[in-house]
């Protein structure tokens, strides 16, 4: 920090950068000393209820084992039994983890693996039925347009069985930057089959369904849920308000660090170096719902 100073006042206005760096760094220092300092503090507090505690229990069990009967203050303290029994059930544990740790550890074990077999994605192979290029992803102009399959697998996950289907050309967008991957429908001439999910692996849009159609070589109308797709795009364009908002209130080295964007809701991870206080949030609320009432026609 110091030769970041004298650095600054060596190069003079001709470093402007330099400057609000060294400010930010500044800032951030005496945030975190502070927010160490309470924190520091209140663990302290916290460690000393602990040990007083403790040391209650520890001089009630002596007195306990020592009249070989149930210690309880002559009034008939019941929140004196309760401690009394929280540290035996303690001490119980503490025997336990002695005499049975093998056993616990190897149940663990097999709940880790009865784990992970059930997120286990056991995916067949690619079955192709169709080799017409089409014009690949086009949501974003579009919501409906008439496609067909080109390859499907079958996928078994949890118990449940679904396809992967490819099309040659799709509406659907797939789940990527924290944005979910739309849904809706694909529409055959003799039935309909609903697209619960869309992701991306490698360079293909794949489409989740729970069932084949009957006949998986027609042509049909892919259709996206009109309405999940906008509120997830208002919910979208909210991410990039809250992080353009907090950049001004906080300064411009909040950077995103994550995001998960549905119909319903937002979340936007950020870097900061101290939690926001209640005038700050409010603050970046009023920035961002000022911009929603601007109706900015892009």
């Known amino acids: 920090m110091k030769r970041l100073k004298e650095l600054v006042e060596q ?34 507090a916290d460690l000393d209820k602990v040990n007083d505690e ?20 002559s009034n008939g303290n019941s929140e004196t039994r309760e401690i009394q029994k929280n540290f035996s059930f303690l001490r119980a544990i503490n025997g336990a983890k002695s005499g049975k740790l093998e056993g616990f550890e190897k149940e663990m074990q097999e709940q880790k693996n009865r784990s992970r077999a059930a997120t286990t994605l056991d995916t067949e192979d690619w079955i192709e039925i169709a080799t017409e290029k089409g014009q690949g992803f086009v949501g974003y102009n579009e919501l409906s347009t008439t496609s067909k399959i080109t390859r499907y697998r079958k996928i078994s996950a949890k118990g449940k069985t679904q396809f992967q289907l490819v099309l040659n050309t799709t509406p659907f967008y797939a789940e990527s930057g924290g944005q979910v991957g739309d849904t809706g429908k694909l529409i055959f ?40 797709r906008l509120f997830t795009c208002y919910n979208h364009t909210a991410t990039h308000l809250l992080h353009a908002a907090l950049r001004q209130v906080l300064g411009t080295h909040v950077a995103q ?30 920035i961002v719902n000022a911009k929603i009432r601007e109706n900015i026609l892009s």
């Open 11 to 44: 190069r003079g206005t001709l470093n402007t950068e330099l400057k609000t760096l060294q400010d930010t760094l500044e800032k951030e220092s005496r945030a975190m000393t502070e927010g160490e300092k309470t924190r520091f503090n209140e663990i302290t």
């Open 257 to 286: 660090k994550g995001s998960l964007v549905n119909q319903d809701n937002l979340r936007f991870d950020f870097s900061h170096f101290a939690r926001l206080t209640e005038e700050e949030i409010l603050t970046v609320e009023n």
């Open 189 to 228: 001439s003799n039935d309909t089959i609903a697209v619960t999910n869309t992701k991306k692996e490698n360079d293909l849009i794949v489409h989740f369904v729970d069932q084949l159609p009957s006949n998986p070589s027609a042509e049909f109308t892919a259709e996206v849920d009109a309405e999940k």
């Open 54 to 73: 403790i040391k209650t229990l520890e001089d009630l069990d002596k007195r306990n084992k020592e009249a070989a009967k149930p210690v309880v203050h």
